[in-house]
């Protein structure tokens, strides 16, 4: 049995405790294995795993509700008006405990900072003011509308509709709308905005907020997939970053990280991630590409092309002369001219070695870079296969008598896959930039082992389907995927531990 | 949009002419996209005597969006003052409010350079005058200097 089993077993065991207090204890029986495996599958099932984040997928309903509760929570406990409540909130990110906590200690200053100015007694409304002229647009019609904020800058109605469809269509504001007059820095407040504005503009308006709700509050985001319109309320802190990877995933089916937006980029944390993904797109094609097209000088390690005529190489930079066959120094082929035959030669084997150490960095991220893309690859093949899997099922309900419901093992085995891959790949970027110890054997035993046991249910769902094996064939690929999520569990749940033990050294400084 | 703009305009454009700010005049204002005023140097400043041209460009959202206000021909030398004429004021960027107008940006900047003290270009004038865009509406002003 290998390490990784021994782990497998300990977590097991972990969760017979954790269950304990729940179970009945006359149910359990320590040493009748049965039903000592049937608790630890309840368990397992119910105990959260360590790469599991806790989150609630909330839609635009569920927002709007949100914040209307919010709203009216401060609302009640400071006494004013919702609309000031709101602007108040908002000029505080949302956090209401920092609001209110500040607004406790010094309401004058938060107000004034936050441009709000509570007079109960001034609702908006449009007035007529007999003798007015407005600033703006300099009217002094009888009849004209006039409105003002609670500062008492008071403008035309046409010169508000004007200034806020400006605002709110052409620049996307929102929030910090504020008062017309000059150095003013009250905000317009959301039933002011109600009161001036047509409906379009409103609806754009509410719409805005709502972004805006979601984009300031640090626990929300925005699900990043195409026209998806959930927002995910995640409980994960930017500064955990570090140690967890939270992974959530949307109503659509979109997988994500919540930390950084990016699609699933489980066992790897948003940092490494990021690292990676630039250095492939600075590194990848160009390491490629030189690793397979050029050799260094012996002497400067300048990276050198050749791209015609003969084997004497001079390097323009620093003037040694080799030879391009064997690296060692021209000066000893002596009169062998263009005939190098002096391949193990020590000084050439010197050479070489010499090489091969300055190289040694670009094929390791080869290495990584390679599997990585393969995954990546493979990811897409395999949308593929969904795709031929859905026409096997198809087949399936034609030549067997098995109804729909059963053939869906096929559905979920794909399912699975498509998810495996996804975390073999990051399992690369992130082994590039594990630092070795006895932890990362750990590490790639697991990778191994999930690897191999995917490569394994890709070809069995690759099989041609014959009927009269159809029951056999099911039986193999649901052992498979059962195995292969497991395998994936185990991968995740051990690296997952790691990085909240901070038992993983990294290459890298992960902090900056 | 436009009834208010050309309203707005016209009236400012007469409110110049009839009742001109000291050192300030209209010279050019045949349409409303752009006008160009002249900016004479307050006496007893170091900008004393000389005479500017401001080009102000008007966009038809205007006054609700700020105009385009840069020196023309001789730009004066003052560390807000860039040599393409381009000029670091916050009112005609992020702190502009509909209220404020021709006439008021004309005192503004006159007031910038009464209030210089030493006559030189600002501190990162080369960078900025190679990489910047034709419209200072299209650069990120940070406004440091409080005192003007």
């Given at each position: 049995?290998?390490?990784?089993?021994?782990?497998?077993?300990?977590?097991?065991?972990?969760?017979?405790?954790?269950?304990?207090?729940?179970?009945?204890?006359?149910?359990?029986?320590?040493?009748?294995?049965?039903?000592?495996?049937?608790t630890?599958?309840?368990?397992?099932?119910d105990?959260?795993k360590?790469?599991?984040?806790?989150?609630?997928?909330?839609?635009?309903?569920?927002?709007?509700?949100?914040q209307?509760?919010?709203v009216?929570?401060?609302?009640?406990?400071?006494?004013?008006?919702?609309?000031h409540?709101?602007?108040l909130?908002?000029?505080?990110?949302?956090?209401?405990?920092?609001?209110i906590?500040?607004?406790?200690?010094?309401s004058?200053?938060?107000?004034?900072?936050?441009?709000?100015?509570?007079?109960?007694?001034?609702?908006?409304?449009?007035?007529?003011?007999?003798?007015?002229?407005?600033?703006?647009?300099?009217?002094?019609?009888?009849?004209?509308?006039?409105?003002?904020?609670?500062c008492?800058?008071?403008f035309?109605?046409?010169?508000y509709?004007?200034?806020?469809?400006?605002?709110?269509?052409?620049?996307?504001e929102?929030?910090?709308?504020?008062?017309?007059?000059?150095?003013?820095n009250?905000?317009?407040?959301?039933?002011?905005?109600?009161?001036?504005?047509?409906?379009?503009i409103?609806?754009?308006?509410?719409?805005?907020?709502?972004?805006?709700?979601?984009?300031?509050?640090e626990?929300?985001?925005?699900?990043?997939a195409?026209?998806?319109?959930?927002?995910?309320?995640?409980?994960?802190?930017?500064t955990?970053?570090?140690?967890?990877?939270?992974?959530v995933?949307?109503?659509?089916t979109?997988?994500?990280c919540?930390?950084?937006?990016?699609?699933?980029?489980?066992?790897?944390?948003?940092v490494?991630?990021?690292?990676?993904?630039?250095?492939c797109?600075?590194?990848s094609?160009t390491?490629?590409?030189?690793?397979?097209?050029?050799?260094?000088?012996?002497?400067?390690?300048?990276?050198?092309?050749?791209?015609?005529?003969?084997?004497?190489?001079?390097?323009?930079?620093?003037?040694?002369?080799f030879?391009?066959?064997?690296?060692?120094?021209?000066?000893?082929?002596?009169?062998?001219?263009?005939?190098?035959?002096?391949?193990?030669e020590?000084?050439?084997?010197?050479?070489?070695?010499?090489?091969?150490?300055?190289?040694?960095?670009?094929?390791?991220?080869?290495?990584?870079?390679?599997?990585?893309?393969?995954?990546?690859?493979?990811?897409?093949?395999?949308?593929?296969?969904y795709?031929?899997?859905?026409?096997?099922?198809?087949?399936?309900?034609?030549?067997?008598?098995?109804?729909?419901?059963?053939?869906q093992?096929?559905?979920?085995a794909?399912?699975?896959?498509?998810?495996?891959?996804m975390t073999?790949?990051?399992?690369?970027?992130?082994?590039?930039?594990?630092?070795?110890?006895?932890?990362?054997?750990?590490f790639?035993?697991?990778?191994?082992?999930?690897?191999?046991?995917?490569?394994q249910?890709?070809?069995?769902?690759?099989?041609?389907?014959?009927?009269?094996?159809?029951?056999?064939?099911?039986?193999?690929?649901?052992?498979?995927?059962?195995?292969v999520g497991?395998?994936?569990?185990?991968?995740?749940?051990?690296?997952?531990?790691?990085?909240?033990?901070?038992?993983?050294?990294?290459?890298v400084?992960?902090?900056? | 949009?436009?009834?208010?703009?050309?309203?707005?305009?016209?009236?400012?454009?007469?409110?110049?002419k009839?009742?001109?700010?000291?050192?300030?005049?209209?010279?050019?204002?045949?349409t409303?996209?752009?006008?160009k005023?002249?900016?004479d140097?307050v006496?007893?400043?170091?900008?004393?005597?000389?005479?500017?041209?401001?080009?102000?460009?008007?966009?038809?959202?205007?006054?609700?969006?700020?105009?385009e206000?840069?020196?023309?021909?001789?730009?004066?030398?003052?560390?807000?003052?860039?040599?393409n004429?381009?000029?670091?004021l916050?009112?005609?960027?992020?702190?502009?409010?509909?209220?404020?107008?021709v006439r008021?940006?004309?005192l503004?900047?006159q007031?910038?350079?009464?209030?210089?003290?030493?006559?030189?270009?600002?501190?990162?004038?080369?960078?900025y005058?190679?990489?910047?865009?034709?419209?200072?509406?299209?650069?990120?002003?940070?406004?440091h200097?409080?005192?003007?």
């Open positions: 049995m290998s390490d990784e089993d021994l782990t497998f077993e300990d977590s097991y065991r972990d969760s017979d405790e954790d269950v304990e207090d729940v179970e009945d204890e006359d149910d359990y029986v320590d040493d009748d294995d049965t039903d000592l495996n049937f630890d599958v309840v368990a397992e099932k105990r959260k360590n790469y599991e984040v806790d989150f609630i997928v909330h839609s635009i309903e569920g927002i709007v509700k949100n209307d509760d919010e009216t929570h401060v609302s009640n406990i400071l006494g004013i008006q919702k609309q409540a709101a602007t909130l908002r000029h505080f990110r949302w956090n209401k405990e920092r609001l906590e500040r607004y406790m200690e010094d004058t200053e938060v107000l004034n900072k936050a441009g709000v100015i509570t007079d109960n007694a001034r609702t908006p409304k449009f007035i007529k003011i007999p003798g007015f002229i407005c600033d703006i647009c300099c009217d002094d019609d009888e009849d004209l509308d006039t409105l003002a904020l609670s008492g800058h008071r035309c109605k046409n010169c509709e004007h200034y806020l469809t400006q605002k709110i269509k052409e620049e996307g929102s929030r910090r709308i504020l008062c017309m007059a000059s150095k003013c009250v905000i317009v407040d959301e039933k002011t905005v109600e009161l001036a504005v047509n409906k379009d409103h609806e754009r308006y509410r719409t805005l907020l709502n972004r805006t709700y979601v984009d300031d509050n626990y929300l985001r925005w699900c990043p195409p026209s998806c319109e959930y927002a995910i309320e995640c409980h994960v802190p930017q955990s970053l570090t140690s967890i990877v939270p992974t995933e949307c109503v659509c979109h997988r994500f919540f930390g950084c937006g990016f699609p699933d980029h489980q066992p790897s944390i948003c490494l991630v990021k690292k990676w993904i630039k250095k797109e600075d590194d094609e390491a490629n590409w030189i690793s397979a097209h050029t050799k260094e000088c012996g002497k400067c390690h300048s990276t050198i092309e050749k791209n015609g005529g003969c084997n004497h190489m001079t390097c323009r930079k620093c003037k040694y002369e030879c391009w066959v064997c690296m060692g120094p021209w000066s000893e082929h002596g009169t062998s001219w263009y005939n190098c035959n002096r391949y193990d020590k000084t050439s084997i010197d050479a070489r070695d010499q090489q091969a150490k300055s190289r040694a960095s670009l094929e390791r991220y080869l290495h990584y870079y390679n599997r990585f893309a393969n995954h990546e690859q493979s990811a897409k093949l395999d949308r593929e296969l795709n031929k899997t859905e026409k096997k099922m198809e087949e399936m309900q034609q030549t067997s008598d098995l109804s729909w419901i059963e053939v093992f096929l559905k979920k794909v399912d699975i896959l498509v998810q495996c891959r073999l790949k990051w399992t690369y970027a992130f082994a590039f930039y594990l630092a070795r110890n006895n932890q990362t054997d750990i790639e035993d697991n990778q191994r082992d999930l690897e191999m046991a995917v490569e249910l890709s070809e069995l769902l690759e099989k041609p389907i014959e009927a009269e094996k159809i029951a056999e064939l099911k039986q193999q690929v649901l052992d498979k995927t059962v195995y497991s395998r994936r569990e185990v991968l995740l749940e051990d690296t997952a531990k790691g990085l909240l033990e901070s038992r993983w050294e990294f290459q400084d992960i902090k900056s | 949009m436009s009834a208010l703009f050309t309203k707005r305009l016209s009236k400012e454009l007469v409110d110049l009839i009742n001109p700010p000291v050192g300030i005049e209209v010279t050019e204002a045949d409303f996209k752009s006008w005023l002249t900016l140097g006496d007893g400043t170091l900008y004393a005597g000389e005479r500017f041209t401001l080009e102000f460009r008007f966009s038809p959202n205007y006054p609700m969006e700020s105009p206000v840069v020196f023309t021909g001789n730009i004066p030398i003052h560390p807000h003052i860039y040599s004429g381009h000029i670091c916050n009112v005609l960027y992020n702190q502009w409010s509909p209220v404020l107008s008021s940006v004309c503004s900047i007031s910038m350079l009464s209030s210089c003290t030493c006559k030189e270009p600002p501190p990162d004038n080369n960078h005058v190679k990489t910047a865009k034709a419209s200072p509406k299209q650069t990120q002003w940070s406004f200097d409080d005192s003007v």
